[in-house]
């Protein structure tokens, strides 16, 4: 089992940066793939990024590469999604969540999910 709880959203200008974070515990929770999503009103929820908790590969989606970057801090058993050059298409409810296939973009994939943090981007 892996609990795992989102924090850092907020309001920010177009331009402006923001970090998420995302805690995690559970006994093994470092054998799972972390990853990221988000999801804006009326569409699907999108991966954004990933990363292996051991060894640290990470892949982006195309819409976010550049910008974001995703890492881990293995003493405080969290996962930080820095977001840089936010626009407001950015704007959505962020989620932390954990799964086994790193490969793999679709939400499916993953079997634990946080609650989800609001990320809104004004122009």
């Known amino acids: 089992q892996v609990q795992l709880l989102e924090s850092g959203g907020g309001l920010v200008q177009a331009g402006g940066s923001l970090r998420l974070s995302c805690a995690a515990s559970g006994r093994t929770f470092s054998r799972y793939v972390m990853g990221w999503f988000r999801q804006a009103p009326g569409k699907e929820r999108e991966f954004v990024a990933a990363?292996?908790?051991?060894?640290?590969?990470?892949r982006y989606a195309d819409s976010v590469k550049g910008r974001f970057t995703i890492s881990r801090d293995n003493a405080k058993k969290t996962v930080y999604l820095q977001m840089n050059s936010l626009k407001p298409e950015d704007t959505a409810v962020y989620y932390c969540a954990a799964g086994w296939e790193y490969s793999s973009s679709h939400a499916g994939a993953y079997e634990y999910w946080g609650q989800g943090t609001q990320v809104t981007v004004s122009s």
């Open positions: 990363l292996r908790w051991s060894g640290g590969s990470t």
